[in-house]
C-alpha cells in the first residue's frame, strides 16, 4: 500500500503542488479577509464614533442656545434641551476618552472594543478635542445635573461654545477623517489582496488544468498505445484469454482465437458456467465452480490451490474426433482484492495425444520387457514353439480376412467366430507360458470379435479393424523371435526336454495363474506316456484343448477352499490330464476335475440370460440337449467376463479341435464330484470317425 502510494506522488508531484499551493492561497486569503474585515470593522466602529461625537458637539451648541433663549424669555429651564444637553455631553466625554485611551463605551451592547488614537493625524485631533471639550464639559456638566441654574452659568457655557465649537467641530472632523481615510485604505488594501489572490488562484488553477490537460494527453497516448498493443496481443495470441468478472460474467477484453479454440461464440456478459455447462460434464462444471469460487476469494493463496484445477486438462464434447482443451485461472489484483479472473485457455488435445502416446511407448517397452524377461524364465524351446504355432493360426486368420475384401454382401459371422477360436487358443497358450503380452493383445482382440459376433450380422468392413490387433500379434512374435535369436547367436539350439515335460510345465504355470486370479488353489497331474510320439501338428491340437480345459476346469469347475472344505473335499483341487494309446492305431485324451460338475440349470439360466432361445424352448429341452450347448459359441455359465472366462469361447474351440482331428469327444460329469472329458483320436493314416459324440452321466 505505502508503495502504490510512494509510486502515485512521484507519478502526479506537480500536480500535487499545485493543488497544495492553490490551496495555501486560498486559506491565506481568507485569512487575510478575515483579519482585514476585523480591522476595517473596528475603524468603521471609530468613523461611526466620530461621527456621532460631531453632531453631538452641535447639539450641545442648539442645546445651550435653547436654554438660554427660554431662560431668557421665560426665567425658566427647558427639560428637553437639558435632557439633550447631558445625553451628548456625555457621549463627547466619553467617546473623547475612548479616543485617547482606547476601550469601550459605556453602555455598549454590543461589546465593541475601540481602539485609541493611532495614527499622528488622529492623536492631534484627539488630544485636541481633549484640551478643547475638558473646559467645556466643566461649564457644561452644571446645567445638565440642576434642576434650576442662574443665568450667569449658561452665559458663560453659551460663551464658551460660541467661541470654540468652531474649532472642536473642526478637530472632531479631522478624526473622522482620518478613520474615514483608514477605513478607504484598508478597504483598498483588501480588494487588492483579494484581486492579487484571485489573480494567483486563477493563475495557479490554469497552470493546474494545462498541467492536468498534459498529463491526461499523455495517458490517453500511453492508454491509446497500451489499447493497440493489447489489441494487438489478443489478435495474434494463439491461446485464448478472457477476463472473468466476481460476478462470473465474460468480460470486454477477449482475444481473437478464443472463438477457434473453443469452436463457438463467447458472447460479452454470458455466463462462464453456462458456457461450460454443453462442454463438460456436470461433475466437472461444479468442481470448476468451486476451484473459481475459491479463487475469488481472499484467504487462500492461488499458488496453493493451482493443482486443484479441474479444468487444466478436460475432455470437451465435440462431433467427430475427441479434443481436450486447458482452461488456466489467474488472478488480477487491485491492491488486495481480486477485480478480475484472466482465463488462458489452450486446445491441450495434441499435448494429451502425445503424452497419452508417451505412456504408451512407455507402457509398451515396460511390457515388452517383461515379456523378455518372462522368456528367458520359460524354455527357450516351448518359447519357439509357442511362436509357431501362434505364427502358423495368424497366417491363417489373415488368410481369412484377405478373403473378405474380395467378396463383398456376405455374412462373416463364422469367420469372426473362427478367427475366435483361433485367438482364443493363441490366448490360452501364452498364459500356459505366462506371457502377458501375448495375452493381453489377445484378450483385446477377443473384446472386438465378441462385439462382432453378439450382433450377429456382420459385414466386410466390420472385418477391418481386426487387423489392427493381427498385425499387433506378429509384431510381438518378430520382437520375440528376434530377441530369442540374438540371445542364441542366431541358431536354434536344439530341446533339451521331451514335448509332453514342456506340456505339462505349461499345463501346472497356467493352473498357478488362473487360481491366484480366483483365490482358488489347484494341483495338475498328467500322465502322458505317447504325447511325446505323436506328430507336431496332432500334438499341437492336443496341447491347445488341454490349454482350453484346464482353463474351464479351474475357472468353472473347481470351488473355492472354503467351499470345497464344507463340501468334505480338500482344499486344493484337482485336475488330471492322461494321453495313452488304446489299440487300433487310436489315441485318447483325458481331462478329469474333482470340482462341481457340469450343472443343466446353470446352462439353462445362461441360454435365457443369452436371449438366444425362448424360455419355453429352454424348458423343453433335455438335460443332455442342455448340456451340448456349451458347446456352441457365446454361451458360458458366468454372468460377467474376465480374461479367462465368461466369453463363450472356450468349448467352441475344443470341439473345432476335435473335429480338426477327426476325434471324439464324450463328457461325464456329477454335482460336485468331477467332471470328465474323454477323446479319441485316430493317429493319421487311420480310419476318420464323422461326428463329434457327446455322452453324459448324471
Known sequence: MKTNQAGFLRKYRAIVVAIALFVTIDIALIAYNVTASYQIDRLAAVRDLSGSERSSSQIVLRALLELEADYTSKGAINADAQKALRERATLINDATRVFREGGRMPGNVDGIEYPAASTPAAIRAAEKISSLWQPYYALVTPLTSNATFDGEPLAKAVAYARANNGELFGAINDLVNDAQDRVNAE??????????????????????????????IASDRVIAKAQKETGDILATVKEGLFLITPDYKVGEQMSASLKDVLRKDVP??????????????????????????????????????????????????????????????????????????????????????????????????????????RVLSNDPTDVREFLRRTESALEQINDGLRQVSRRTGENYLALVNAVFRSVHSIKSESAALNLEMFEGIAHDFETDLIALRDRGDVEGADMVKLTLHLDDLFESVNSVRGFLDRISGGGVSEAERSASARFVESLRGLGRRIAADQGKEVKVTAELPVFDRLPEAMADEIRGIGLQLLRNAVAHGIEEPDERKQLGKSAIGLVHFSCRDVGQRTIEFTVRDDGRGVSPKRIREALARSGRYAQADIDAMSDRDVVMKIFEPGVS???????????????????????????????????HSHTEFRMRFPMPGSAVSETAVLRQTA
Request: avoid cysteine.
Open 187 to 216: 478597504t483598498n488594501v483588501l480588494r487588492i489582496a483579494q484581486v492579487v489572490g484571485i489573480l494567483l488562484a486563477l493563475a495557479n488553477f490554469i497552470f493546474t488544468a494545462l498541467l492536468a490537460f498534459r498529463r491526461l
Open 637 to 671: 455359465t458366468i454372468s460377467g467376463s474376465t480374461r479367462d472366462a465368461g466369453h463363450g469361447a472356450g468349448m467352441d474351440v475344443v470341439i473345432n479341435r476335435v473335429n480338426a482331428l477327426s476325434g471324439r469327444i464324450s463328457m461325464s460329469t456329477q454335482g
Open 268 to 373: 460479452i456478459g454470458q455466463n462462464l458456467f453456462d458456457m461450460l455447462g454443453p462442454m463438460v460434464t456436470p461433475q466437472t462444471l461444479e468442481a470448476a465452480r468451486d476451484y473459481v469460487e475459491l479463487l475469488f476469494g481472499k484467504r487462500v493463496k492461488e499458488s496453493l490451490v493451482y493443482s486443484l484445477n479441474p479444468l487444466s486438462e478436460v475432455e470437451v464434447g465435440s462431433e467427430g474426433a475427441k479434443r481436450y482443451l486447458g482452461f488456466q485461472f489467474n488472478r488480477v489484483l487491485e491492491g488486495e482484492d481480486v477485480s478480475y479472473l484472466l482465463v488462458t485457455v489452450q486446445d491441450a488435445t495434441e499435448r494429451v495425444n502425445l503424452a497419452a502416446q508417451v505412456a504408451a511407448a512407455k507402457s509398451r517397452t515396460r511390457e515388452e520387457m517383461e515379456v523378455l524377461l
